[in-house]
């Protein structure tokens, strides 16, 4: 191939890097949500030491760079367990952790956010705290937390873009590559962050659609 | 039967209940009165768990509250009304009153729906049936209230100040349902500052002064020379007569 041509096929190539991107944004996302669930739920129940590991886990993750935790991930584990880490591998273990971390910040205040009051009713009525959890806590914090979260997944997303200096075929990494042979920057570098503002607008829209559904109770407030 | 004896509660040093003594029976209509902070509404939280007595004993139907084992049996034998109607704003009317019977009973969801629609019938919200709290007012909120303690089907309903926080309008809606409860033999622990209303509905009246039970008579004997006896309670009702 020669120097400074695109070919059509670099659309296709874009494309790739793009599913790539959106693969492990989906994928950490789920396991960060399903990880950052648990750990304020664990911490909920006030599960004695459990709840100081994740506190202190969560702590880690929150205050130290992705990338850091990235390369300590791909060169640091296989270095010290002697096991061998793929570049996906990583990149799914450190994104999921992040993510894990920050949505547990957030759906600790979520929890925390419902009103004692409601609490003490449910109490009384001899509810379990599972099912006050569930029945009470669930569905009002879910609708404290989906702004935040939102605002957290758009971020994530372009956090993903971090991952492509280990390796992995991301859109940012296939960017790099569009670069490298046509040496056009600008256009590489508009379409790619064309092609990263899109996908945010569509996380911020679909984040905005679910807001307006969970707090349909709280439309009429004012009234 | 509510048996409260010798209960002792104190929050770090301050002792809120001193040694109170009170039993309240089937079809009886207790109302608790005394001056702000002498621990009504803790002597209402003790009765349903809500706060750990520090001595004596709490029995409902013979279930001690302070045993959680046997708490949840007390709590389901007594419903509780809250001052600040306590619903829970993400559901309506009718699946704040189904939450606890399909929850706890484990009575059908529909069946559960069809309970509460009735109930709010009877206090008059049938329309008002798929509001949210926000939409409601705050008399029509206490009624939702009181519809939620009765579809546990209760034997005693537990009262702290339920129209404290409405005018006056709200409070004369809400009362007159409490006043029909009253008439079917409903047994209430009616926590009051609305002393004419307390004469008017309960059986006995039962009156708390820094802690202690100082008076717990029949209505009549309470508002006559031997209520008007104790210093305290004289001092109280002139005063509130007053406001
Ligand atoms: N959780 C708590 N922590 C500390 N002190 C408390 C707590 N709950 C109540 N108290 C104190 O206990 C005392 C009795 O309170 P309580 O609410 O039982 O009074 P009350 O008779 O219901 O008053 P009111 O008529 O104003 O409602 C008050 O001095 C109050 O400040
Ligand atoms: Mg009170």
């Known amino acids: ?223 | 039967m509510i048996s409260v004896s010798g209960v002792r509660k104190s929050f770090g040093a301050a002792t809120v209940l001193n040694g109170v003594d009170l039993e309240i029976r089937q079809g009886e209509v207790v109302s608790v009165l005394g001056s702000s902070g002498s621990g009504k509404s803790t002597l209402i939280r003790c009765i349903n768990g809500l706060e750990k007595i520090d001595a004596g004993k709490i029995t409902v139907d013979g279930f001690d509250v302070s045993k959680p084992r046997e708490l949840s049996e007390a709590r389901k034998r007594s419903g509780t009304v809250f001052q600040l109607f306590n619903l829970y704003p993400h559901m309506t009317a009718v699946q704040n009153i189904a939450l606890a019977p399909v929850e706890v009973l484990k009575v059908p969801r529909r069946q559960a729906e069809d309970e509460a629609r009735e109930l709010l019938r009877s206090v008059g919200l049938s329309e008002r049936a798929e509001a949210y709290p926000s939409q409601l007012s705050g008399g029509q909120r206490q009624r939702v209230g009181i519809c939620r303690a009765l579809a546990m089907k209760p034997s005693y309903l537990l009262l702290d100040e339920v129209t404290s926080a409405l005018d006056p309008e709200m409070t004369s809606e809400v009362l007159s349902i409490l006043a029909a409860l009253a008439k079917t033999g409903t047994t209430m622990v009616f926590v009051t500052h609305e002393i004419e209303f307390a004469r008017s509905i309960s059986t006995r009246i039962a009156f708390l002064d820094k802690g202690q039970l100082i008076a717990d008579l029949p209505t009549a004997e309470f508002f006559s020379d031997k209520g008007m006896a104790l210093p305290r309670v004289a001092q109280f009702l002139s005063k509130m007569r007053k406001d």
């Open chain 1, 1 to 223: 191939m020669r120097y400074g041509d695109f070919t059509p096929f670099d659309i296709v190539l874009l494309l790739q890097g793009l599913g790539v991107s959106l693969a492990l944004f989906v994928s950490t996302t789920l396991i960060g949500l399903v990880i950052g669930t648990i750990w304020a739920v664990i911490r909920f129940y006030r599960v004695p030491v459990l709840t100081q590991i994740v506190t202190f886990v969560a702590e880690l993750l929150k205050n130290s760079p992705v990338l850091v935790q990235l390369f300590l991930v791909f060169f640091g584990l296989p270095a010290f367990f002697k096991i061998n880490v793929t570049p996906t591998e990583a990149a799914v273990i450190t994104l999921s952790g992040n993510s894990a971390a920050f949505i547990y910040v957030i759906a600790v205040s979520a929890i925390e956010s419902v009103g004692k009051d409601q609490l003490e009713a449910a109490r009384v009525f001899g509810l379990t705290r599972w099912q006050i959890l569930r029945r009470v806590i669930a569905p009002q914090a879910a609708a404290f937390a989906i702004g935040p979260l939102t605002g957290l997944l758009v971020n994530q997303l372009q956090v993903t873009s971090l991952i492509s200096v280990i390796g992995v075929m991301d859109l940012t990494k296939v960017g790099n590559i569009l670069n490298l042979r046509t040496l056009k920057p600008f256009i590489v570098w508009t379409a790619v962050g064309a092609l990263y503002y899109l996908t945010a607008k569509l996380v911020a829209y679909a984040g905005g659609r679910f807001e307006k559904r969970l707090r349909a109770h709280t439309a009429w407030r004012g009234l």
